[in-house]
Every structure is written in C-alpha cells, then in structure tokens.
C-alpha cells in the first residue's frame, strides 16, 4: 500500500525523520530486557539447583557475515566493556530467515570483540566444550544475537573477595560441596580456606584451586552442612529457546522459565528415541521421585509408588529447581522454550 502526503517536501523530510526517530525509540523500548530476581531456600543435606536467569547482557546486535572460521562481523546495537577476567558466550536470540540457528551458543576468547561500536568483529571459540556447534554455518547472517558473561561459582555463591552463605574449610570432608555436570560427566568443589581469600577459594576435589563456568540449561548439586541460608541471584529473564544438549548418562537440566513446570513443560517425546532404561528424577523436598520411558505407551511411568505413580500430578518443577536425566544416548539437538 502507498501512502501518499500533500505536504510541501521539506515537511516530508521532517515527518520521516521523526518517524525514523520514533522507529528507534519503539524498537529499542521493545527490546529492553527484562530484569528478575529469584531467591533459594536451600536447607541442610543435597538439594538441585537450577539456574534459568541470564547474567545481563554486554552486546547484542546483528551479524552481517561470517568473516572466517572463527569470526564475526557485527553491528551492535548495545555495548559494554567486557572484562579479560571474564568468560563470555555468545547465542543467537532470533533468526528471521532460519529459525533453526535459534539458540545457538559459542563461547568467546578472552579479548572478545573489537570495541569499535557500532561495527565490530568478534573471534569465538569453536573446540569450546559448552558450545552447541561447532561450526559457523553462512546462515548465520542477518541473525540476532546476545552475549553474556557465565556464571561461576563465585557469581552464585560467594568465595574469592565476596562474602559467601558456604563456610570456607581446610578439608573437603568438613566443607560444604558443589558438584556440575557437563558431557555426562560430574565435577566437585569446594570453599577452601586460603590466604589471601578472606571467603576461601573455589577448589577441585582433585587438588585444583578453579572458579569453573556453568553452561547454560545445566543444573548444580549442593550438599550443604550448615543450616536453611536463603540466596538470590539477579540477572536476565530469558525469551529465547534454551539449548541443552544432552550425554549418554547423567544430566543436570535447569528449566529455561521463571514460571513453574510439569514434566509435559519439559518437551520429552518420542521423536527423541528414549529406552527403556532411560530415567527421569523429580524432588519433593528432599524425597526423589523417578520415571522411566515406557515404549508402548510413549509415555513416562512412575517407579516410586509410595510418592504416586502418574507423571500428570508429578511434584511440580520449581524455576530454583534442576531435575537429573539418565540417558542412554546423546540427543545433541535438545532444546527447551521458556514458558509464555
């Protein structure tokens, strides 16, 4: 449709310009991100604990090409200086012309990006093993992007130069213990009394003091000695889908929503090629309660009777909450959209 204006042309030109201004102003307002803050109350013994907000963003904008195997060519629309003791990822938030690469995440080298604004290039990470690819495919251009920084151990509870709710301890047997996931495979730390860090410092159980990231989608363990401590964490709310890769054997998943689940919410079907032998593990309180997938029905089936059996009045899933998955095979292409 043609829009046609009778007013003299230097009029036009202003009209469109205030258009174009008011454009501007609508569009940025519209992706203004929205901020949250969600508080764990985490009593004494183990509890799982996910992590569905984002750390703020530092850049967004739009990828104009991939400029060689390992960069991109930017224009951002927002900016902040990253800092070279920081870990950051980059994930696409939206792709107009192949919805496919939504969600797509790669972690950056320490420099980042040039801090030309608004065009820069940015030089990722492609042997990262949190990233979801490997590669960047040419339909990467005209997407739309976000990076943020991880979170840590230290950014979630404390250690280092920040106070902590953890008690720092010279042995692990007395310490309070953390333990992640990432390709099936399980890592603990701990708060460890040091000099020169007045809360301790995070430390591997094999001897290596390390303040490890944690990967979006991937929940924690806590084994807490001490008494209920509440925490809350501050960042991003997510609107864009969540990938999470999954390992043959043990996955600790976050939920990508602030808003409570089910099981249905957690998009498992039969597409996906689950056995038999695969296992799902829900909390009530401290008390598990575990599904399996039953081929016939292609369905999940309760194995804890004593806490019910049907999958449909499950313990609902808190957005605080990780739930563990054994898996028999990979599924590299899972993927969870937050709830509306």
């Known amino acids: 449709m ?8 230097p009029n036009l030109t202003l009209v469109s310009c205030l258009r174009i201004l008011l454009c501007l102003f609508s569009c940025q307002s519209i992706l203004q991100a929205e901020e949250a803050s969600l508080t764990y109350a985490i009593p004494r013994g183990t509890s799982y604990l996910g992590i569905p907000l984002l750390r703020p963003a530092v850049m967004k904008g739009q990828i104009n090409s991939v400029s060689s195997s390992d960069r991109l060519k930017v224009t951002l629309s927002e900016h902040t200086p990253m800092t070279p003791q ?25 420099s980042g990006a040039a801090v030309t604004f608004p065009q820069a290039e940015i030089h990722l990470r492609l042997d990262h093993a949190g990233n979801t690819r490997s590669d960047l495919p040419a339909n990467l251009v005209n997407c739309h992007f976000s990076v943020h920084p991880h979170w840590t151990l230290s950014t979630v509870f404390g250690g280092g130069s920040a106070p902590s709710p953890l008690q720092a301890r010279r042995l692990i047997s007395s310490a309070d213990r953390v333990t992640s996931e990432r390709g099936g495979v399980t890592s603990t730390y701990f708060l460890e009394q040091a000099n020169g860090h007045p809360h301790g410092r ?42 999470r890769p999954l390992s043959a054997g043990l996955n600790l998943i976050s939920m990508p929503s602030l808003k409570t689940s089910t099981i249905r919410d957690l998009q498992l079907t039969a597409q996906q090629g689950w056995r038999p032998e695969d296992q799902l593990t829900l909390w009530r309180g401290s008390s598990p309660r575990r599904y399996r997938w039953d081929n016939g029905a292609s369905r ?32 590299p292409d899972f993927a969870l959209r937050p709830l509306p």
């Open 300 to 331: 999940w089936l309760g194995l804890d009777s004593v806490l019910g059996s049907d999958p449909e009045v499950a313990p609902l899933i808190q957005p605080t909450a990780a739930v563990v998955l054994k898996k028999t095979v990979a599924d």
């Open 202 to 243: 995070w430390r591997h159980t094999r001897g290596i003091s390390t303040d490890p990231s944690i990967d979006p989608g991937h929940g924690l363990i806590l084994e807490s000695k001490g008494e209920l401590f509440r925490l809350t964490l501050t960042g991003e709310v997510r609107r864009h889908l969540l990938r």
């Open 2 to 9: 043609k829009i046609h204006f009778s007013s003299p042309r």
């Open 86 to 110: 920081t870990r950051y990822f980059l994930e696409i938030t939206s792709a107009p012309h192949d919805p496919t690469m939504e969600g797509e995440r790669w972690n950056l080298w320490v």
